[in-house]
């Protein structure tokens, strides 16, 4: 079986400017991946990007791929990848479709939203249940929904349905809101949103479709009639398929300055990892930072 | 003969550009249906499928829901 010398696990931003600098090293290497943004693609508005003063979600995730593409890279799309093991020098990795193997691996495989685990979630899913407002939002146009969380993707999934929808109930568990005042004071600003503090979700309510929710708020179970709800109470690491590198109790894998994992030659970038501050802009650093680092291993060890 | 595809979308998906952009490097042509202008086609998206997830694809009247690639490709014998 063919040897890479590099193997990129996600086409995030992390993962995509691995890429680019991959291939501007000219390393032999590959790009496995579900999808292609992660969650870049599903965000809203980005007035954060250095050199793009306001950019959506997808048009900056179009950016991403046509770079990436430039330079003709080899891309596994809609693969998994389930199993990631180092045996001597080689890793080895097992995908939903494949085996490969490289000499190095590097690991930007992203986080995945967080589930509320209540009663009708499940079931309600894609049924008036969503986790990505920029997707479903415009099929709620005129409705009354709810968005649960009190964070920034809260605030933010909020702030893309406010022009949408005919009211939005923001479900909230903490005390108060958190997140960027910018966006805060949009949010308290509009007309069409009832912030409900102090409150947490006890069951997702309906027939075919959804029709309301049970939500314990201020000590008191009421009902709300919504036809959509919004989950954004926060993510999850994509790292379980990677068994022995090391990880902190929030499950991202740990890496050092130059984003080495504890095992050598695996190395992770962005949003899996323990970087602090979770950020499109620090995420694509991240992964430029770990080609580069890959790059000066594989020539110090050259097998 | 060409078949029929419809294509259920928002105009803010991701997934369902993608799923466009896919359609038309395949050059297939295709009826694309926005179903958050247009309660008519949500509607019918939803009581074909039962769900209200997009992109959904009505290819010859095969149902698929999400950019499925190789289902579509299966679909439109590709």
């Not at chain 1, 996600?10 to 995509?16: R, Y």
């Not at chain 2, 029929?4 to 928002?10: G, H, I, M, N, R």
Request: hydrophobic fraction near 45%; aromatic fraction near 8%; include cysteine.
């Amino acid at each position: 079986m063919k040897i890479y010398d590099l193997i990129i696990i996600g086409a995030g931003p992390a993962g995509i400017t691995a890429s680019v600098y991959a291939a501007r090293k000219q390393l032999d290497f590959l790009v496995i991946s579900l999808d292609i943004g992660g969650q870049a693609a599903w965000s809203g508005d980005i007035e954060n990007y250095t050199g793009y003063q306001f950019i959506t979600g997808p048009e900056l995730t179009h950016k991403f791929e046509e770079h990436m593409r430039k330079y003709g890279t080899a891309l596994k799309e809609n693969e998994e990848v389930l199993e990631l093991a180092k045996l001597g020098q080689v890793i080895r990795l097992k995908t939903n479709k494949a085996d490969y193997q490289a000499r190095s691996v590097i690991i930007a495989s992203g986080k995945k939203s967080k589930e509320l685990g209540v009663a009708g979630e499940k079931e309600f899913k894609h049924r008036g249940l969503t986790y990505c407002a920029t997707c479903d939002g415009p099929l709620f146009t005129g409705r009354e929904v709810a968005v649960i969380g009190g964070g920034n993707a809260a605030l933010d999934a909020t702030l893309q349905l406010i022009k949408i929808v005919k009211h939005i109930y923001m479900v909230n568990n903490a005390l108060s809101l958190s997140g960027d005042a910018i966006m805060l004071r949009k949010v308290e600003a509009a007309a069409n949103v009832t912030i409900l503090n102090n409150s947490s979700v006890i069951a997702v309510l309906g027939d075919k479709f959804v029709k309301g929710l049970k939500i314990k708020s201020l000590n008191q179970e009421k009902e709300l009639i919504v036809q959509g709800v919004f989950v954004e109470i926060g993510l999850i690491p994509n790292s379980a398929f990677v068994k022995d590198v090391e990880k902190n109790s929030k499950n991202e894998i740990i890496i050092n300055a130059r984003n080495q994992t504890n095992i050598s030659g695996i190395f992770a970038a962005g949003d899996v990892t323990d970087v602090p501050e979770k950020q499109i802009i620090i995420a694509a650093g991240e992964g430029s930072k770990a080609a580069l680092s890959v790059f000066g291993y594989l020539s110090k060890n050259n097998f | 003969m060409a078949k029929s595809v419809k294509v259920y979308s928002t105009s803010t998906c991701p997934w369902c550009m993608r799923a466009k952009q896919f359609l038309k490097e395949n050059n297939i042509e295709f009826q694309n249906l926005d179903v958050s202008g247009d309660q008519l086609a949500a509607d019918e998206m939803m009581a074909k499928t039962g769900q209200m997830g997009v992109p959904v694809f009505d290819i010859d009247g095969e149902i698929i829901i999400g950019f499925d690639k190789e289902k579509i490709k299966l679909a439109l014998g590709l």
